[in-house]
C-alpha cells in the first residue's frame, strides 16, 4: 500500500524520504490520471451525434471509471518513479518536514508529467503536422513546460502547507480507486471474447483479409509485368489467385474511394465525397456491418458476433470518417491510438490518453513492421474463429521514406542531391518553382517509391505467413488493392488527386481457391464498386436490403467474368472527385467539370469556351499525354487551310465527346446526390484562387518579356512548375452557369406578369 506519512516529525531516513517520494508520485499520478481521463471524455462528448454508439464513453458514469482507471494505469508507475526519486534525493532533504519532502519530489514529477500532457494535449491545436523538432513544436514544448513547471510549484508550495490530518484518507482513497479502476478495466474488456466463434452459419463461410496499399501503381508490380522491382508476395498472390488487369476506382483520392470499395456504390450515392474534418460515412452498409447481418442464400441470417472485425491503419484513413463502421476494433497508427476494442468504454478512452498512446509511438518508431505486427497478432488470437482484417499500408505514400533495407533495394548511394524523402513541402516548392528538380533528382523519387513499393510487399508477406502458420490461408478471401494510383511528374503532375488514370488504375488481386482460379488473369476493366458484391457473390450470401436509392449497391459481382462466362462487366466507367466528372470506356476518357455536365453548362461552356474540360484517345494515347478538347473544339486556326482542317476534327472530337457526355448524362440520373451539390472544400478553392492569381501573374511577365507564342508561353509556364490543370483552366463556369438561370428565371418570371 502507498504510505503518504503525515507525521511532521517523522525522522528524514532513506525509508521516510522514499515514503514520501511514493506518496507524492501516487497524487500526481491520480491527478494525472483524472485530467488525461477528463481529456479523453470531453473528446468523444465533440464528436457529432451521428458517430454515437452504444459504447461510445460519453456517459458521466464514464468520466467517473475513466478516472479510475487512468488513475491505476498512472498511479502505481508514478509512485515507483516518486519512491526512487525521493530515495536518490535523502541527502537533500535530511533537513526538510515530510510536508515539504513531499512537495520537494512531487514539484519536477508534476511538471514532468503535465508538461508532456499539455504538449501532447496540444498537438492538433498549434502547429499540427510539423515534426516535434521543428522550431514552432520547441517553442510550444518550451511554453508547456514554463506553464506545467509553475503550476506544478504552487501545487507543491499548496500540499506543503496542508494540515497532517487531510492526508491521513489519501493513501486508502487511491488504493480503493485502484481496486475499483483495475475491476472495470477487467470486466470492460471481455465482452468481445468469444466474438467470431465458429458456429453452424459460419462455419463453411472464409475469413477475410483486405490489404489497401495506399498510392500503389500497378505498373511497379512483378505481376503486372514490372521486372525491376521486387514483389514477391504480390506475385504469388496472383500465381495463386486472380489478378484484374485493369481495375479504375471511383476516386483519386483516400476516403471517397475507400467509401466505394466498403460499400459498392459509386461517391455520389454513398456521400462521402470530401475528405474534411467532421465528414462522415452515413447510411451505408458497410462490408464489415454486413459480414453482422447478412442473408445467406440457405435462408440462414449472420449474427452480431458471427464475425470479429479489425482495422489497422497508418495514414489519412480515419474511424471517425465512418468508413469502419461494423469493425469491432481499430489501431491508428499516425494519430497514435494504441488498438481500440469499441466495445470496451475504458478501451476508447484509453486511446486518446497521453500515457498509453506515448507508448505505443514509441513502440512503432522502435519497430518498422509494427502495423503488420500487430495485425498478425491479432489474427493469430483469432485463429480459430471468423475474422475479417483491414489492413491499410502507407509506405507507397509520400513521403516516400521507406525503411532499410528496402530504400537500399533502389535509391542510387551516389546521389548527391537534396531529397532523402518527398513531403508535401518538398512538391509544393516544385510546383511553385521554387526548386527545378534534376533528372538525377527525379529518379531520387521514384527510387524511394519503389522501396515503399517492396516494403508493403514485405508486410503482405509477414500477413501472409501469419495465415499459413494458422493453416487457414486457403479459408482466408484475401484481397489485395489500392485506393488511388500516384503521379511522378507527368503533365507537371505529382502525387494523386488528379483526374487521369495514372490515379484511376490500381492493382486488384483476390485469392481464394474456392472461387478464384489460380493464374486467372482478367482483361476486361472493372471497377472498385465491384468489389463489395463479388466477395457475396463468392461466399454465397445476399446483398444489403433496398429501402431507397441510397441503398443500392451500384457495383456487379466479377465472378461471371472471373469464369470467362461474360467478356465485360459494364460498357461505360466512372469517377469523381470535388470538381471534375470523369466517364469513359475502352476507347476513350471524358472529363468535365461539375456544371458542365447538365445540357445548359454544357452549351455555355461551348459557346463561350470555358470551363475545364479534356478529352482522350486512349487506344492512341493509353498515357494521357495529349488532350483533344481544348487542342481543338477551343482552338484558334492559324490560317483558312488550317481552320478546315479544324473544322474537321471539331466535329470528330465534339460527336465523341457527344458519346461519353450522352453515357454521363444517364448515369447521373441514376445518382441520389444531383452532380452540382457537391461542395468543393474551402480549402481546395483557396489552393486553386492563390496558384491561379500566381499563374496570371507569371503569365503576364512573360508577355512583358516578349513570349507572345502560346505554345512557348505554356512551355515557359510548365518550366515554372504549373500543372497542365491549371493551365487549362478558361474561366469560371459555375458562375456563368447560375449568372444564366438567374437570367432566365428573371425573363420567366417577366413574361408571367405580362
Not at 464528436?47 to 467517473?64: C, I, K, R
Not at 465528414?279 to 470479429?308: I, M, P
Not at 500543372?723 to 456563368?736: A, C, F, I, P, V
Amino acid at each position: 500500500m502507498v504510505s503518504i506519512p503525515n507525521d511532521a516529525a517523522e525522522p528524514a531516513t532513506p525509508g521516510a524520504c522514499l515514503r514520501s517520494g511514493a506518496g507524492a508520485g501516487a497524487l500526481v499520478g491520480a491527478l494525472l490520471g483524472a485530467a488525461d481521463a477528463a481529456v479523453a471524455w470531453n473528446y468523444f462528448q465533440s464528436l457529432p451525434p451521428s458517430a454515437w454508439t452504444e459504447t461510445l464513453p460519453v456517459a458521466p458514469l464514464d468520466l467517473l471509471l475513466g478516472i479510475l482507471g487512468a488513475g491505476l494505469y498512472y498511479g502505481p508507475a508514478l509512485a515507483l518513479l516518486g519512491a526512487l526519486l525521493g530515495l536518490v534525493s535523502t541527502p537533500w532533504l535530511r533537513s526538510r518536514s515530510v510536508a515539504r519532502r513531499r512537495g520537494w519530489v512531487l514539484a519536477p514529477l508534476f511538471a514532468g508529467a503535465f508538461g508532456a500532457a499539455l504538449f501532447w494535449w496540444t498537438r492538433e491545436r498549434f502547429y499540427p503536422g510539423l515534426p516535434v523538432q521543428s522550431p514552432e513544436r520547441l517553442l510550444v514544448l518550451g511554453s508547456c513546460a514554463v506553464v506545467a513547471l509553475t503550476v506544478a510549484l504552487a501545487v507543491a508550495f499548496v500540499s506543503a502547507r496542508l494540515p497532517a490530518k487531510w492526508w491521513r484518507p489519501v493513501p486508502a482513497l487511491l488504493v480503493l480507486g485502484w481496486v475499483v479502476g483495475g475491476a472495470w478495466i477487467f470486466v470492460d474488456s471481455r465482452a468481445s471474447a468469444t466474438r467470431g466463434t465458429l458456429n453452424d452459419r459460419n462455419a463453411d463461410l472464409p475469413n477475410v483479409l483486405f490489404v489497401m496499399v495506399d498510392a500503389l501503381r500497378p505498373d511497379v508490380l512483378g505481376c503486372y509485368g514490372n521486372r525491376d522491382v521486387s514483389t514477391p508476395h504480390m506475385d504469388r498472390l496472383a500465381r495463386e489467385g486472380v489478378l484484374f488487369e485493369r481495375a479504375l476506382v471511383q476516386a483519386p483520392y483516400t476516403w471517397t474511394s475507400f467509401g466505394s470499395f466498403l460499400t459498392g456504390k459509386y461517391p455520389r450515392r454513398h456521400g462521402l465525397l470530401r475528405m474534411l474534418p467532421g465528414e462522415r460515412l452515413e447510411q451505408n452498409v458497410t462490408l464489415q456491418r454486413h459480414l453482422k447481418s447478412a442473408k445467406r442464400r440457405d435462408g440462414e441470417t449472420l449474427r452480431a458476433d458471427d464475425y470479429a472485425g479489425a482495422a489497422f491503419m497508418t495514414g489519412a484513413l480515419s474511424h471517425g470518417s465512418g468508413l469502419l463502421d461494423g469493425f469491432d476494433g481499430y489501431l491508428e497508427l499516425m494519430k497514435g491510438h494504441p488498438f481500440v476494442q469499441l466495445d470496451s468504454r475504458f478501451s476508447q478512452l484509453r486511446s486518446v490518453m497521453v500515457g498509453p498512446s506515448v507508448a505505443f509511438k514509441v513502440r512503432e518508431k522502435l519497430n518498422p513492421d509494427f502495423l503488420s505486427r500487430e495485425a498478425a497478432d491479432w489474427m493469430a488470437d483469432h485463429g480459430n474463429r471468423r475474422f475479417a482484417n483491414f489492413v491499410h499500408l502507407y509506405s507507397t505514400h509520400t513521403p516516400y521514406d521507406p525503411a532499410e533495407p528496402f530504400r537500399s533495394l533502389y535509391v542510387d548511394p551516389n546521389y548527391t542531391g537534396p531529397i532523402s524523402a518527398f513531403y508535401a513541402s518538398t512538391r509544393q516548392a516544385i510546383e511553385r518553382g521554387v526548386y527545378e528538380l534534376t533528372p538525377e533528382d527525379q529518379r531520387q523519387i521514384f527510387h524511394l517509391y519503389l522501396g515503399g513499393v517492396s516494403e508493403a510487399d514485405h508486410h503482405l508477406g509477414l500477413l501472409l505467413a501469419e495465415l499459413e502458420r494458422q493453416g487457414v490461408l486457403d479459408d482466408t478471401i484475401v484481397i489485395v488493392t489500392s485506393d488511388h494510383g500516384e503521379d511522378f511528374g507527368e503533365g507537371g503532375r505529382w502525387e494523386h488527386n488528379h483526374m487521369y488514370n495514372s490515379n484511376l488504375h490500381v492493382p486488384l488481386l483476390v485469392r481464394w481457391p474456392k472461387a478464384f482460379p489460380a493464374g486467372t488473369r482478367v482483361s476486361a476493366t472493372v471497377e472498385s464498386i465491384d468489389l463489395f458484391p463479388t466477395l457475396m457473390d463468392a461466399m454465397g450470401l445476399e446483398l444489403p436490403p433496398v429501402a431507397g436509392p441510397r441503398d443500392i449497391v451500384d457495383g456487379v459481382s466479377l465472378l461471371p467474368l472471373v469464369r470467362g462466362e461474360v467478356d465485360r462487366a459494364r460498357e461505360f466507367f466512372y469517377a469523381e472527385d470535388s470538381t471534375y466528372v470523369a466517364v469513359q470506356d475502352e476507347r476513350s476518357m471524358l472529363v468535365l467539370e461539375r456544371y458542365a455536365v447538365r445540357p445548359d453548362g454544357w452549351a455555355l461552356a461551348l459557346e463561350h469556351r470555358t470551363g475545364r474540360i479534356r478529352l482522350h484517345d486512349l487506344e492512341a494515347d493509353p498515357l494521357q499525354r495529349r488532350e483533344l478538347f481544348q487542342g481543338i473544339v477551343f482552338a484558334e486556326a492559324a490560317s483558312a487551310e488550317e481552320g478546315e482542317r479544324q473544322a474537321e476534327l471539331r466535329e470528330k472530337v465534339l460527336a465523341e465527346a457527344d458519346r461519353l457526355r450522352e453515357a454521363l448524362l444517364a448515369w447521373n440520373e441514376h445518382m441520389p446526390i444531383d452532380v452540382e451539390q457537391v461542395e468543393r472544400s474551402a480549402r481546395d478553392i483557396e489552393t486553386e484562387r492563390a496558384a491561379r492569381a500566381k499563374m496570371d501573374h507569371d503569365a503576364r511577365e512573360l508577355r512583358r518579356s516578349g513570349v507572345t507564342d502560346e505554345r512557348e508561353m505554356r512551355q515557359r509556364l510548365a518550366q515554372l512548375g504549373y500543372t497542365q490543370e491549371m493551365m487549362e483552366y478558361q474561366g469560371d463556369l459555375r458562375e456563368l452557369v447560375l449568372e444564366h438561370r438567374r437570367g432566365n428565371h428573371q425573363l420567366s418570371t417577366d413574361a408571367r406578369r405580362q
